[in-house]
């Protein structure tokens, strides 16, 4: 069977700590070497595949905000030929109906954002750090 050799062909028996470690070094950065290029590999896929969902979500967004306006729009005069009123004021209506609805969003928003999150988790930091400030009892 062959014995192992070090880069410059000696026996590994003959081989120094200098050389090992040298052969160490190589291999780590032979190994971290590899593992980047595929983390990069990987990443390009990813992104590409992010990219994509992106695009279609704003797709999703564009047509969900365009059937909306023309939803509202084939209200507005549908309200104007059965009530018999101008399309302007059924128009000016809806308008008042949205700055409603944004503005009770607002308020509710408004509500619930002092409202403390990770409660727990911040009781839980607060317990370890009284626990790393209280001097300890002698057993």
Not at 25 to 42: D, I
Not at 65 to 91: D, E, N, P, Q
Not at 101 to 110: E, G, Q, S
Request: aromatic residues 12%.
């Amino acid at each position: 069977m062959a014995e192992p050799t070090t880069p410059q062909d000696r026996p590994v028996r003959e081989a120094g700590l200098p050389e090992h470690l040298r052969n160490l070094a190589a291999s780590l950065v032979g190994y971290f070497q590899a593992r980047l290029q595929l983390a990069g590999l990987e990443s390009r896929e990813a992104s590409a595949h992010y990219l994509k969902m992106l695009l279609w979500l704003a797709a999703g967004v564009a047509a969900i905000a365009f059937g909306y306006i023309f939803f509202c729009g084939a209200i507005v005069f549908i309200l104007a030929r059965v009530l018999g009123v101008s399309w302007v004021w059924i128009m000016l209506g809806l308008g008042f109906v949205h700055f409603g609805a944004a503005a009770v969003c607002a308020l509710v928003l408004r509500k619930k954002f002092p409202q403390p999150v990770f409660q727990t988790t911040l009781n839980e930091f607060k317990k370890d750090q009284e626990w790393l400030t209280t001097p300890s009892k002698p057993n």
